[in-house]
């Protein structure tokens, strides 16, 4: 089981959400979104690296027409925010006049995806939301409101599913709280 790779690493993965609750929030944020742009087509953004695995699971349920592109940012470094966003890598696509959606893994301090929102803004898209699968809503620090959230939770540093723990453990299924254990390596 994917939990014991990493138990014999010094790491205790608490399971959080598996992958058939996540399906079915899926599920139920496809049947949304298809419904609120029935008749448009969507300009899909997806964060990376960690929203990789959402964004594929979720387009694939949509009932509407949608072109992919994809951004990187950066503003963490172990399990805290380092305060910084820097965006690594610009969309390829010309969003004016466009619906964009910008799927994201977490939104947590809300920091991040300020940044990307603002920027996103001054290219005059036709509309721009945010889909997030986990909303850590208590965390937030800046003015982000996702449309679409998946799961609300409260805190706990998630692993998996997309979610790293400096670019490990993203393969997981499940979404997992990551602890280490006494006496753990590294
Ligand atoms: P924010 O700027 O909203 O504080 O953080 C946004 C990004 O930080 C998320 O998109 C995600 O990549 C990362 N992040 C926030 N909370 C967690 C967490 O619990 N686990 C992991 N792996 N990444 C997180
Ligand atoms: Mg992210
Ligand atoms: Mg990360």
């Known amino acids: 089981m994917e939990r014991q790779l ?15 609750r996540i399906n079915a929030e899926i599920a139920r944020l496809a049947a949304e979104i298809s419904s609120d742009f029935q008749g448009q087509s969507l300009l899909i953004v997806v964060v990376l690296k960690g929203a990789f ?5 979720l387009v694939r349920e949509l009932k509407v027409p949608v072109e992919l592109d994809y951004v ?7 399990t805290s925010t380092t305060g910084t966003v820097a965006i690594e890598k610009d969309l390829a696509a010309d969003i004016a006049g466009r619906h964009v959606l910008v799927l994201e893994d977490i939104v947590d301090t809300g920091l991040t995806l300020t940044r990307l929102m603002d920027l ?17 809503k208590e965390r937030r620090q800046a003015e982000v409101e996702p449309k679409y959230v998946g799961i609300a939770c409260e805190g706990g540093f998630l692993v998996g599913y997309g979610l790293d723990l400096d670019e490990q ?14 006496g ?3």
């Open 120 to 136: 996103l803004q001054q290219r005059g898209p036709e509309s721009l939301n945010i889909c997030t699968l986990i909303d850590k």
């Open 169 to 182: 453990m993203r393969e997981l299924s499940n979404i997992y709280e990551v602890r280490q254990t006494p």
């Open 6 to 20: 990493w138990l014999d690493r010094g790491f205790d993965l608490q399971l959080r959400y598996s992958k058939d």
């Open 72 to 78: 990187t940012l950066s503003s963490y470094a172990g």
């Open 184 to 186: 753990g390596v590294e």
């Open 53 to 57: 695995f959402f964004a594929a699971d």
